[in-house]
């Protein structure tokens, strides 16, 4: 994962709500702390003809399985999910990164991350 992705994501979300750079460190932290490989934002974040205060925040994630229990590869997604809606104060999407089957939603992702 990489600064730039969350500094993209709260710089756009920045734009719709005050003082949101000051959590980059903290949902740098909440990734590696639950062994979240790889996120990207995908969706109306990244779109400021979309983004608007009741847009929810799409993630795309990978977790590193290599170091997880199973406990923790079933958990820790959805703690995530959990606090980043309570840090960012709005719905996320959490969704684990796997072969799409469909096109539209694969195009989505693939135009918008």
Do not use: C
Not at 10 to 32: C, G, N, P, R, S
């Amino acid at each position: 994962m990489t600064i730039g992705i969350i500094r993209k994501l709260l710089y756009v979300i920045a734009q719709m709500t005050k003082d949101l750079q000051y959590h980059i460190e903290e949902i740098q932290a909440l990734f590696a702390q639950y062994k979240m490989r790889r996120v990207r934002v995908f969706g109306s974040v990244i779109d400021l003809n979309r983004f608007n205060p009741s847009s929810d925040v799409d993630f795309l994630y990978e977790p590193n399985k290599s170091e997880m229990s199973t406990r923790e590869f079933l958990d820790n997604p959805q703690i995530v999910k959990n606090q980043l809606e309570e840090i960012l104060g709005r719905k996320v999407d959490f969704i684990r990164n796997l072969p799409f089957r469909n096109p539209f939603f694969k195009a989505e992702i693939e135009d918008n991350s």
